[in-house]
């Protein structure tokens, strides 16, 4: 990775200003606090963001609402623009907008996206996405303070922050997780073991059940013979009861029988006592009928009589008619006469020839009508009596006709019973004949009876013998149904027995496979604590241990560049720098200020050498920034940097210093300064 130029809006020192950095060495030259640094944290920022210690704050301008970086790059012969905005809202500082450009196509997206696609463009291990940007730190750029910290801190936890760098902090990691499971394992392990202390009590509680089971079968078998003995018991008494019923019945069948014939003779005894009396009213309607005279002559003239009577009421009924038709003629005529006479009385001329109508016209008239009326009068009068007359002659008709037809009915009954009497005779004979079968009935019926008597009085013993039969079926019944109820008692524990065995071999089949999967456990605690811990603990050691003498002997080599010869440096199993005179080790406190940047320096390159060999794909190998790596050296010390710098064999080295003399060690010179607290570029020139 190549850093071609950087832009920075309203950044610390910076208000607007553009940085171009060419191949090579570059050296950021000013005096302190003129923002060399700062351009340093704003490429930091444009690769990865706001760290998660990082505020906002530390980077945008005083008194600015918004700030924001432009990187421009080139990894691997792509060209690559970052941009990072940073906006104040009320009292907060937050990354507003992202961005990053690849051969001048554009992405937009969130902080994370943003770091996610810059660190596959810089081929660091998906496991740095996570972290802070301590890859970019310790093989790019580190502050010396920082360095000198790491080189101060205690054993255990630069040993932990070198895992971290070199990424195999995996392996302390799995220790520690086969640690946990471990102890988690261990602890599952008591835990079943709790439970399996049961597990012979359950096998002596089976044993026990299992015995018991045993018992109860063979109690069943017993209690299912007296069953079916009970039952045999109960199954001949009930035949016998069946073959008692059945002599029951038949009497109970006789009975009916009886009852029946009993109905017969009454019937029959009905009967005869019916047909009697039968005889006896038809011999006495035979001799009443035979003093009854009929004369068919009288009968004739009666019926001539009623004849004639019929005809003559006809011929009043139409006579009487037709005087009330002549009657009701003459009223509506009176009407007529009345109107006529109503109307001359007000007529004043004739209708006809309209001349005037005198009063003598009108009495000749009125005389007329009156004539007229006096004669229909008349009429009336006369056509009323007749019809009186005619109306009396009808009742007396009538009255006769009644009494002649009295005669005629008492005539045609004694016709009807002088013809009834040979049909009478014989119904007579047919009655006596029916009587006399009714009587021979009767008296067989009676001999059917008594016969059913004694059949009955035969089969009486059998009621009593039945109903001790059935009394004693129904104890043996009982006492099948109370053994029944014993059986399926039984039958009932046998099952409760049964299910409680079930249980406890499924309880003992789960303590069993419980207890295999606590020796796996165990065995498998065993494996991981004693062999596959010790597994990862050595190849954790190995793999240091290689690191570290790769370390300590680039370490050595950079120190002796660095100090005077009668110094001589190597690191220790933790990493820690080890200084020693003629011999003798020196503690680190007693190193002068300059010797201390040193150590700093030599650990730092030597750390970035180690982390590039190890992760020889990283797009970051070729770029070294070191800020501010001569603080406290010596004349002597600043003359041998040139060879650092010569050895460092790196496409882009970036030096942050304001020594003038680094300006002749390197190839080009970028110069800052502040004018009214704000950093510009004095001068850009080609160094040494």
């Given at each position: 990775?190549?850093?071609?130029?950087?832009?920075?809006?309203?950044?610390?020192?910076?208000?607007?200003?553009?940085?171009?950095?060419?191949?090579?060495?570059?050296?950021?030259?000013g005096d302190i606090g003129c923002g060399k640094t700062s351009v340093l944290l704003a490429i930091e920022f444009a690769l990865f963001g706001l760290q998660p210690s990082q505020?906002?704050?530390?980077?945008?301008?005083?008194?600015?609402?918004?700030?924001?970086?432009?990187?421009?790059?080139?990894?691997?012969?792509?060209?690559?623009v970052l941009e990072r905005t940073l906006?104040?809202?009320?009292?907060?500082?937050?990354?507003?907008?992202?961005?990053?450009?690849?051969?001048?196509?554009?992405?937009?997206?969130?902080?994370?996206?943003?770091?996610?696609?810059?660190?596959?463009?810089?081929?660091?291990?998906?496991?740095?996405?996570?972290?802070?940007?301590?890859?970019?730190?310790?093989?790019?750029?580190?502050?010396?303070?920082?360095?000198?910290?790491?080189?101060?801190?205690?054993?255990?936890?630069?040993l932990n922050t070198l895992r971290y760098i070199f990424g195999i902090d995996k392996y302390k990691r799995v220790a520690e997780n086969i640690d946990t499971f471990a102890s988690k394992l261990r602890e599952d392990i008591r835990n079943k073991e709790g439970q399996l202390e049961n597990l012979e009590e359950l096998n002596k509680r089976l044993e026990e059940k299992k015995k018991f089971l045993v018992e109860l079968h063979k109690n069943k078998e017993s209690e299912e013979r007296i069953?079916?003995?009970?039952?045999?018991?109960?199954?001949?008494?009930?035949?016998?009861?069946?073959?008692?019923?059945?002599?029951?019945?038949?009497?109970?069948?006789?009975?009916?029988?009886?009852?029946?014939?009993?109905?017969?003779?009454?019937?029959?005894?009905?009967a005869v006592v019916e047909l009697k009396s039968q005889v006896r009213r038809l011999s006495q309607e035979i001799e009443e009928g035979k003093k009854i005279t009929f004369d068919e002559k009288k009968l004739q003239e009666i019926l001539d009589m009623i004849k004639k009577n019929k005809e003559s009421e006809r011929i009043n009924q139409e006579k009487i008619i037709q005087f009330y038709s002549q009657l009701n003629s003459l009223r509506e005529r009176k009407k007529e006469m009345d109107i006529l006479r109503d109307k001359i009385s007000r007529l004043k001329s004739c209708p006809t020839c309209l001349?005037?109508?005198?009063?003598?016209?009108?009495?000749?008239?009125?005389?007329?009508?009156?004539?007229?009326?006096?004669?229909?009068?008349?009429?009336s009068e006369e056509i009323e009596q007749q019809k009186i007359y005619v109306s009396e002659s009808l009742d007396s008709l009538r009255k006769e006709t009644s009494l002649l037809e009295q005669n005629k009915s008492e005539e045609e009954i004694k016709k009807i019973k002088s013809e009834n009497l040979k049909e009478k005779e014989s119904s007579l004979l047919e009655?006596?004949?029916?009587?006399?079968?009714?009587?021979?009935?009767?008296?067989?019926?009676?001999?059917?009876?008594?016969?059913?008597?004694?059949?009955?009085?035969?089969?009486?013993?059998?009621?009593?013998?039945?109903?001790?039969?059935?009394?004693e079926l129904e104890e043996k019944i009982f006492e099948e149904r109370r053994q029944e109820m014993k059986v399926v008692g039984i039958n009932k524990e046998i099952f409760f027995i049964d299910s409680q065995i079930n249980d406890v071999e499924e309880q003992i089949k789960e303590k069993k496979k419980l207890k295999e999967k606590v020796e796996y456990f165990k065995s498998l605690?065993?494996?991981?604590?004693?062999?596959?811990?010790?597994?990862?603990?050595?190849?954790?050691?190995?793999v240091m241990l290689k690191l570290k003498d790769e370390?300590?002997?680039?370490?050595?080599?950079?120190?002796?560049?660095?100090?005077?010869?009668?110094?001589?440096?190597?690191?220790?199993?933790?990493?820690?720098?080890?200084?020693?005179?003629?011999?003798?080790?020196?503690?680190?406190?007693?190193?002068?200020?300059?010797?201390?940047?040193?150590?700093?320096?030599?650990?730092?390159?030597?750390?970035?050498?180690?982390?590039n060999s190890l992760l020889s794909k990283i797009m970051t190998r070729d770029l070294i920034i070191l800020d501010e790596p001569t603080d406290g050296f010596s004349e002597t010390q600043l003359d041998k940097m040139r060879d650092v710098l010569t050895q460092l064999n790196a496409s882009q080295l970036i030096l942050v210093s304001h020594e003038a003399k680094i300006e002749s060690f390197v190839e080009h010179i970028i110069k800052l300064k502040k004018e009214n607290n704000i950093t510009v570029i004095e001068s850009n020139s080609a160094g040494g």
């Amino acid at each position: 990775m190549i850093i071609k130029k950087i832009r920075l809006e309203n950044i610390r020192s910076y208000e607007s200003q553009e940085i171009e950095f060419p191949s090579g060495s570059v050296l950021l030259s000013g005096d302190i606090g003129c923002g060399k640094t700062s351009v340093l944290l704003a490429i930091e920022f444009a690769l990865f963001g706001l760290q998660p210690s990082q505020r906002g704050s530390s980077l945008l301008k005083n008194g600015k609402k918004e700030g924001r970086v432009v990187l421009e790059l080139d990894i691997n012969g792509r060209s690559v623009v970052l941009e990072r905005t940073l906006k104040k809202t009320g009292k907060n500082i937050t990354q507003e907008g992202s961005s990053i450009s690849i051969d001048n196509e554009r992405f937009e997206g969130s902080v994370t996206e943003i770091k996610d696609r810059v660190l596959q463009l810089l081929k660091y291990p998906s496991e740095f996405s996570k972290k802070t940007n301590i890859l970019y730190k310790f093989t790019v750029y580190t502050p010396q303070e920082e360095m000198k910290q790491i080189i101060l801190e205690s054993s255990e936890t630069r040993l932990n922050t070198l895992r971290y760098i070199f990424g195999i902090d995996k392996y302390k990691r799995v220790a520690e997780n086969i640690d946990t499971f471990a102890s988690k394992l261990r602890e599952d392990i008591r835990n079943k073991e709790g439970q399996l202390e049961n597990l012979e009590e359950l096998n002596k509680r089976l044993e026990e059940k299992k015995k018991f089971l045993v018992e109860l079968h063979k109690n069943k078998e017993s209690e299912e013979r007296i069953l079916s003995e009970k039952k045999q018991a109960a199954k001949k008494i009930e035949e016998e009861v069946h073959e008692i019923e059945a002599k029951v019945r038949e009497r109970e069948n006789l009975e009916k029988e009886k009852e029946k014939a009993s109905i017969m003779l009454m019937n029959k005894e009905e009967a005869v006592v019916e047909l009697k009396s039968q005889v006896r009213r038809l011999s006495q309607e035979i001799e009443e009928g035979k003093k009854i005279t009929f004369d068919e002559k009288k009968l004739q003239e009666i019926l001539d009589m009623i004849k004639k009577n019929k005809e003559s009421e006809r011929i009043n009924q139409e006579k009487i008619i037709q005087f009330y038709s002549q009657l009701n003629s003459l009223r509506e005529r009176k009407k007529e006469m009345d109107i006529l006479r109503d109307k001359i009385s007000r007529l004043k001329s004739c209708p006809t020839c309209l001349q005037e109508v005198n009063e003598e016209y009108k009495n000749n008239i009125f005389k007329k009508i009156e004539y007229e009326l006096l004669g229909m009068a008349k009429k009336s009068e006369e056509i009323e009596q007749q019809k009186i007359y005619v109306s009396e002659s009808l009742d007396s008709l009538r009255k006769e006709t009644s009494l002649l037809e009295q005669n005629k009915s008492e005539e045609e009954i004694k016709k009807i019973k002088s013809e009834n009497l040979k049909e009478k005779e014989s119904s007579l004979l047919e009655f006596e004949r029916k009587k006399r079968q009714a009587e021979q009935d009767t008296e067989m019926i009676f001999k059917h009876m008594k016969r059913l008597e004694g059949e009955i009085e035969s089969f009486s013993k059998f009621n009593e013998l039945f109903q001790h039969k059935k009394k004693e079926l129904e104890e043996k019944i009982f006492e099948e149904r109370r053994q029944e109820m014993k059986v399926v008692g039984i039958n009932k524990e046998i099952f409760f027995i049964d299910s409680q065995i079930n249980d406890v071999e499924e309880q003992i089949k789960e303590k069993k496979k419980l207890k295999e999967k606590v020796e796996y456990f165990k065995s498998l605690e065993d494996w991981l604590s004693d062999k596959f811990l010790g597994l990862v603990l050595f190849t954790e050691k190995n793999v240091m241990l290689k690191l570290k003498d790769e370390f300590s002997k680039l370490f050595s080599e950079w120190f002796s560049i660095l100090v005077p010869e009668s110094l001589t440096a190597r690191l220790d199993e933790t990493f820690s720098p080890i200084i020693e005179q003629q011999g003798y080790e020196i503690s680190y406190n007693y190193l002068s200020g300059g010797e201390r940047t040193s150590v700093a320096l030599a650990y730092r390159l030597a750390l970035n050498q180690v982390i590039n060999s190890l992760l020889s794909k990283i797009m970051t190998r070729d770029l070294i920034i070191l800020d501010e790596p001569t603080d406290g050296f010596s004349e002597t010390q600043l003359d041998k940097m040139r060879d650092v710098l010569t050895q460092l064999n790196a496409s882009q080295l970036i030096l942050v210093s304001h020594e003038a003399k680094i300006e002749s060690f390197v190839e080009h010179i970028i110069k800052l300064k502040k004018e009214n607290n704000i950093t510009v570029i004095e001068s850009n020139s080609a160094g040494g």
